[in-house]
């Protein structure tokens, strides 16, 4: 189910560098804008670790999820630098909510021994990885369109005007190299961005955001559709693992509510659920009376 939503950092390597370069032009600082998200993983985990320790593992990946899943609404709706950047910070805030809890999950659902092999599975998601790409590749090319006719050989803009003493040639030229592109008078200006180039065919710059929206809250929904199961708190008689129960508290779940309606005693074991009574009614049955000589002299 995360593989939607891990589609943010692919987005974040593969179209928000030639997005911002494309439309806003070589001087925006696109690689500083990229490192919020690693600065912000580098800080936050021992953070929230700290304040979070105390709660149930969904409790605090349900809220990450959405927070990560619904980040790209910002540049979409601010198509801009400053836009890209709060994008950045809200990946962050929903990634260091949900993705050590993840792994925090796991490592409780595996017998001892079989953690490594659990880590394994819960990263399948990477297989999927060229699709990814192929998907934000194609997503690229079709709503954030290059503007080659507008630069020189080494992929910079023809930006700069250069003009003979009689002015009788306007010519656009790059911080390298002369380009083949001429202007008609002193009106016109060169191109710096893809955005100023006569050629390009201008999209909708927001299209490809809600795309990315759409795509990542497939993750949220979907964990939360299976969170009865995923908690492990009914059984397959209980509305087929709660699934389909119709509670207050499942419905208030899509944001990591605890549903303890009616599993208050249930605990978690593996391939069954049992709960806290029957544990302690067989703990009862291993109590005895021990008498003064250190003998058993009676079981309950």
């Known amino acids: 189910a995360s593989f939607t939503i891990a589609m943010n950092w692919t987005a974040g390597e593969m179209i928000l560098p030639p997005f911002l370069e494309r439309r806003f032009g070589e001087e925006v600082p696109i690689y500083t804008i990229q490192s919020i998200n690693l600065i912000g993983c580098l800080i936050l985990p021992p953070i929230v670790g700290a304040t979070t320790s105390g709660r149930e593992d969904f409790s ?108 009788s040639s306007l010519q656009c030229v790059s911080v390298q190299e002369s380009c083949d592109l001429f202007l008609d008078n002193m009106q016109q200006s060169c191109p710096q961005t893809c955005i100023q180039c006569p050629s390009w065919e201008h999209t909708n710059p927001s299209t490809c955001w809600y795309l990315l929206l759409l795509v990542s809250l497939v993750t949220p929904i979907s964990v939360w559709f299976f969170l009865p199961f995923l908690r492990g708190k009914y059984n397959r008689n209980e509305s087929f693992y709660g699934l389909f129960s119709l509670t207050k508290k499942r419905f208030l779940g899509v944001c990591g509510a605890l549903d303890n309606q009616d599993n208050r005693h249930r605990v978690q074991t593996y391939g069954h659920v049992e709960s806290e009574s029957s544990d302690s009614q067989a703990e009862k049955e291993d109590i005895g009376v021990v008498g003064e000589d250190g003998t058993l002299v009676e079981i309950t």
């Open 60 to 167: 605090i990946i349900m809220p990450g999820l959405w927070i990560m899943a619904s980040s790209s609404v910002f540049v979409a709706m601010f198509p801009s630098a400053a836009g890209a950047c709060v994008w950045q910070v809200f990946i962050t805030v929903g990634e260091v909510l949900w993705s050590p809890r993840q792994i925090s999950w796991t490592a409780s659902l595996a017998p001892s021994g079989s953690e490594g092999l659990f880590f394994a599975i819960s990263s399948a998601r990477q297989l999927m990885a060229p699709l990814a790409d192929f998907m934000m590749g194609a997503i690229n090319e079709k709503y954030n369109p290059n503007c080659p006719d507008c630069r020189d050989n080494y992929g910079h803009f023809c930006g700069n005007l250069f003009t003979e003493n009689d002015e």
